[in-house]
């Protein structure tokens, strides 16, 4: 793991550069794999629905840089989930 890998760990995607952490109040799901590798998706609140969906994350990270990188639930594991690719 090089070092930009290891200061993404532990950080939640989108939030404030002052407080990157996650809080205890919130829940949230680990991306797997990918550009956005073990960043925290803040998913409080989130339906069903919306989870079992996935997510089109902004990032200069990806393939395509200010594209998207594709992300969606694991089966039976709500707290993970697994990179599918990137889009412009």
Do not use: C, K
């Not at 989108?14 to 990157?20: F, I, L, V, W, Y």
């Not at 794999?33 to 990806?62: C, N």
Request: no cysteine.
């Amino acid at each position: 793991m090089d070092r930009d890998e290891e200061l993404l760990r532990g950080r939640v995607y989108g939030a404030d550069h002052d407080h990157p952490g996650p809080r205890p109040d919130r829940d949230y799901a680990e991306l797997v794999g990918g550009p956005l590798d073990g960043l925290l998706l803040d998913i409080t609140g989130w339906t069903a629905d919306e989870i079992q969906t996935g997510v089109a994350l902004t990032t200069e990270l990806g393939q395509f840089p200010g594209g998207r990188a594709l992300y969606d639930p694991r089966p039976g594991e709500r707290n993970r989930w697994d990179w599918s690719g990137d889009t412009p």
